[in-house]
């Protein structure tokens, strides 16, 4: 195995010369430490199949969904979707915001397993932000302010705001859609200790908001001006994608988020998204 950390980067590394099919518990629990330390392990090129995808995301925990997902405007049928009023189309744009994943359903994710099949001609690269490091470079005054809040997390928040709610709704104002769910929305602290490094990082994104105590403006502004901070150089990075790409990240350190590209050419990633612990990744009132 070789790994190279990125250049001018609080994280990230990129592996070669190992086979993610073929790792003892040894090489594994070495790939796993890298994997904390770094955070985002980027493999060029590996080409797994997606059932290798889905084991290889099970030595780093139980799955969220069953197994990997497509992240595409490809329908079952072949259809490219483009049109900017389409469902597929808005769900696709509202992951152009910085985010970690699942933090809108009752347990955040613990990480995932993403990889390119079919990429567009240009555009279309997955950024990363490192919230341990935005959490020790933040203003000191700032850092205490925040260190005791909490935040809500949904989706119906974070596509609403963006003009991406679907266009289908139920009678009774709810989405037939995975995390549009009717139960109460996720609190979160903005601080939260990482459960296998013991270092504090923020929580933020698109689908934070209301912090509790502060008034709906107040709020908004305070993490509009956290998380446009937060996602800034050295703390992004951008990888745009080549044909058989893998990569696995910590979604309880860093933000992620897609970047546009042209929706009428076709793209298909897949998704296999790595289930938090319930101990550690509950929502404070799940
Ligand atoms: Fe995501």
Same mark, same amino acid.
Request: glycine share 8%.
């Given at each position: ?25 040894q =090489?594994? %629990? ?5 994997w !904390? ?8 090129? @590996? ?31 072949g ?12 769900? !696709? ?6 985010h970690h ?7 955040? @994710?613990?990480? @995932?397993v ?7 001609s240009?555009? %279309?690269?997955?950024?990363?932000a490192?919230?341990? @490091? ?52 996720? !609190?979160?602290?903005?601080? #939260? ?6 270092r504090?990082?923020?929580? +933020?994104g698109? =689908? ?7 008034d ?6 305070l993490?509009?001006?956290?998380n ?9 990075? =951008?990888?745009?994608? #080549?044909? %058989? ?6 979604n309880?350190?860093?933000m ?17 998204? +790595? ?12």
């Amino acid at each position: 195995m070789q790994a190279i950390n990125l250049d001018g980067v609080s994280f990230g590394a990129v592996v070669s010369n190992i086979d993610l099919e073929d790792l003892d518990e040894q =090489h594994f %629990g070495e790939l796993y430490q890298l994997w !904390l330390d770094r955070a985002l392990l980027i493999f060029p090129e @590996a080409h797994l199949t997606l059932e290798a995808q889905d084991t290889f995301a099970k030595r780093f925990g139980k799955l969220e969904f069953p197994k990997a997902v497509p992240i595409s405007n490809i329908d079952k049928d072949g259809k490219v979707h483009s049109a900017r009023n389409d469902d597929v189309v808005k769900s !696709l744009r509202g992951n152009e915001g910085w985010h970690h994943d699942s933090t809108y359903m009752p347990i955040q @994710a613990k990480g @995932a397993v993403f990889s390119a099949e079919i990429i567009p001609s240009e555009g %279309g690269s997955t950024g990363w932000a490192d919230m341990r @490091a935005a959490y020790e470079q933040l203003d000191d005054q700032l850092r205490t302010k925040i260190n005791e809040l909490t935040a809500s997390h949904s989706l119906y928040y974070s596509q609403g705001r963006a003009g991406y709610l679907p266009s289908q709704q139920n009678e009774d104002g709810t989405y037939e859609m995975y995390g549009y769910h009717n139960q109460e929305v996720p !609190l979160r602290p903005l601080v #939260k200790v990482h459960p296998e490094t013991g270092r504090p990082n923020l929580v +933020i994104g698109r =689908h934070a908001h209301d912090i509790t105590g502060m008034d709906s403006q107040e709020s908004e502004s305070l993490l509009d001006e956290l998380n446009d901070w937060a996602c800034q150089e050295p703390r992004t990075y =951008h990888h745009q994608w #080549k044909v %058989g790409d893998v990569v696995i990240w910590d979604n309880r350190r860093l933000m992620h988020r897609g970047t546009p590209f042209d929706m009428s050419e076709p793209r298909r990633m897949w998704h296999t998204r +790595i289930a938090g612990e319930p101990q550690t990744e509950l929502a404070l009132n799940h």
